[in-house]
């Protein structure tokens, strides 16, 4: 019986043995400066700074009257502020309805 156990243990560490030798022959290249340029820039914490709609009047109409809803959660009218363009332009760049990510931040993290 213990011969049936050896078996399929030799033949695992046998594929694992492989395995690591294929491994070996791998290395980490170095980033370029430029592609580090554009890969920081690509993930900066920078709060948006334009709305995404048709035209101007419309996104401060939507600005002043979602402004207005939140006052009690947020008290400080620019962070207020760099909180709802941020959730507009990356809701609108995901293709998602900015009323409805609102609404979920609400209702799963009161905001």
Known sequence: MSQFL????????LLLLVT???????????????VKVVMQKSVSDAPAL???????????AWLAEMSQRLQKQIPDK???EDFLI???YEATRAGLDPQLVLSLIQVEGAY
């Open 20 to 34: 690591q030798l294929y491994a070996g022959g791998q290395r980490e290249e170095a980033l370029s400066n430029s």
């Open 6 to 13: 050896v078996k399929p243990f030799l033949f695992v560490s």
């Open 78 to 80: 620019s962070d207020r």
């Open 86 to 88: 941020s959730v507009q």
């Open 50 to 60: 334009r709305l995404v709609f048709a035209n101007p009047e419309e996104g401060q």
